[in-house]
């Protein structure tokens, strides 16, 4: 009989599985190793958390699997597998459409996220055409679905709203349902809730978790906070300098914490 690696059992289930990450930024006078040699599952189903301070690296991650880091960012090793396949080894052509089909990010800030010029409606009716062959109309029934989906009132009339005119919350809410449009198997949500009050940041994460569990979408959830970390994510990646110091499922990191480090960061929340 043949045993698996750690590796093997690890990547089971992968809807994102990097392996031995590397990328510097290049400077003028120097260059910053933004993410080390870093490894990285995100399964189906499942939320998993990436902690650590700030400029730790984890928005670098996050703009890398999306294929959208800047153009003086450098991989200089590793593979990163979404939905199977590793998107560093596509041409640049097929890269783009191929990662806009299998994951979607949203950010910190919702409002600065949203198109200021087009209403909600033609927001999510322009990214519904994008993923399917459908007629405008058939796309609204789709975007009033969605909307109400993600607990939005009266969508008839949010539709024809702009951005100005919602609250950051109700923003976050038109994003998860813009990112969940076509079902992506990945959702990247970098600090969704650090910009919104701390009621409507539950309710966020709410929405987050019912995407999970409807869809079966990994999400990789970056955030500072441990208190939302321990709510509701299965598993755990610390993060800091660059290296991934620590991970394992929720219990693992809250229970029986390894690394001095993320025996800092929780004793620092307590
Ligand atoms: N476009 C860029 N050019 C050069 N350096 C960058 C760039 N983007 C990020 N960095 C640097 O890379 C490192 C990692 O930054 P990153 O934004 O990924 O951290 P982070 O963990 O997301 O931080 P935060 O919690 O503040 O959002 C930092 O040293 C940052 O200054
Ligand atoms: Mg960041």
Do not use: W
């Amino acid at each position: 009989m043949q045993y698996k690696t750690d590796q093997e059992i690890q990547s089971e289930n992968a809807t994102l599985d990097i392996r031995g990450l590397s990328l510097d930024y290049i400077m003028q006078d120097q260059n910053i190793h933004a993410v080390v040699d870093l490894n990285l599952v995100a399964r189906m189903g499942k939320i998993t958390a990436l902690v650590g301070e700030s400029g730790s690296g984890k928005s670098t991650v996050a703009l890398a699997v999306m294929g959208i880091q800047g153009k003086n960012a450098v991989v200089s090793s590793g593979e990163i597998y979404l939905g199977g396949t590793d998107i560093l080894s596509m041409p640049k052509k097929d890269m783009r459409s191929y990662i806009s089909n299998h994951a979607s990010i949203i950010f910190q800030d919702p409002i600065d996220s949203l198109n200021p010029l087009l209403t909600v409606g033609e927001q999510l009716v322009e990214a519904i055409l994008i993923h399917e062959k459908i007629t405008k109309n058939q796309a609204r029934t789709i975007a009033l679905n969605q909307l109400l989906a993600v607990s939005l009132p009266q969508p008839e009339k949010l539709m024809k709203k702009y951005p100005f005119m919602l609250s950051g919350g109700m923003c976050q809410r038109v994003m998860i349902a813009i990112a969940s449009v076509f079902h992506p198997p990945l959702l990247i949500a970098d600090e969704p809730t650090t910009a919104l009050d701390v009621t409507i940041q539950a309710q966020i994460l709410h929405q987050l978790d019912s995407m999970r569990k409807r869809d079966g979408t990994a999400i990789l959830l970056i955030t500072h906070d441990l208190g939302v970390v321990a709510e509701i994510a299965d598993d755990v990646c610390i993060m800091k300098d660059g290296h991934i110091v620590e991970s394992g499922t929720v219990d693992d990191i809250f229970c029986n914490p390894q690394h001095t480090y993320t025996r800092q960061l929780l004793a620092a929340a307590l």
